[in-house]
């Protein structure tokens, strides 16, 4: 049976599976990849529905990644129901066309389209989470670790985030930054503007470390990323009146970083460069993921044939963006990142061309038969 990547996709989006809700989302999935013979296992961790599916016993070992949750359909007048999917001049409009139930559409036809020729070697397996677009607790992270249990980590996994910037083929990502919220309080003495003598201005003292903290790059970049990026993002001292000294004033910070830090040295620098100008302070830090990188090889050069050979483009690697759930698979085995452009994501109309889903398509099963001949 071969499936068509528009009408999985089209069912998909019809379930508003907004973070954290499932609304169906992974019964409509399952129920496709149980047609095609995956023995799928449904894991709910808290009230996060996730799936694992696998097709095959032996290696190599294949994995697609991604997630059925999508962002809230957001202010403003949708040309179709957001939730629609209704196609208009060609194009699949609906919350999760780009991002990403379009990508997950895409590679469940390919895989259908791989195993109805002759039978194929090794295995096809898929983790798609319902926590992506959320705080990212009960999805990825608890599926790897059953995963890890259960003997499934794969050799290579493949997320189908959006990479490509204005056409099919352009990037592979091949890492993501590291990325790391701080939030600095430091503490004064209150008092009266009048009497400086009196007071400790923890304004002035904040001022001096946020200032000592941006005066210079953190490093000039790496082979494959860009420079570190500190980015102070809020200043609060909750006062209302003008002549009065604050207790204490807090800044909030984050800084995305390459592969030459590690989120705990960076929140040690900030913090050593703190005790320089302040005695007293607090430091809150959140390490939201560290970064990685998958080194050009045998596999990053299969991939890249595969994409160059289907869509016609000669492939970017990349290491740019935000974050995403492959900052976890990276802990367990290899994992590069493709799939639709990104345009449109999370934006009102929401939408991707149905020749782009289908040329994804096709390049999925270019990537499956350069992995799994």
Known sequence: MVLDPLVLAQDLIRCASVTPADAGAQAVLARALEGLGFTVTRLRFGEIENLFARIGTEGPHFCFAGHTD???????????????GEVRDGVLYGRGACDMKGGI???????????AGEPPRGSISLL??????????????KVLEWMAANGQIPDFCLVGEPTNPTKLGEVIKVGRRGSVTMTLTVEGIQGHVAYPHRVDNPVHRLVRILAALTSAPIDAGSEFFEPSSIQV???DVGNTASNVVPARAKAVLNIRFNDRHRGAWLADWVRATA???????DLDVSISGESFLTSPGPAVDALKGAVAAATGVQPKLDTGGGTSDARFIAQYCPVAEFGLVGSTMHQVDECVPVSELRGLTEAYRAVLSAFLP
């Open 70 to 84: 999508v962002v809230p359909s957001g202010d403003g007048n949708w040309r179709m129901g957001a939730f629609s």
């Open 105 to 115: 559409a895409a590679f469940v036809a390919a895989a259908s389209e791989h195993l």
């Open 275 to 281: 005790k320089r100008y302040a005695e007293r302070f």
């Open 233 to 235: 993002t809020s200043i």
């Open 128 to 141: 798609i989470t319902g926590d992506e677009e959320g705080p990212a607790v009960d999805g990825t992270v």
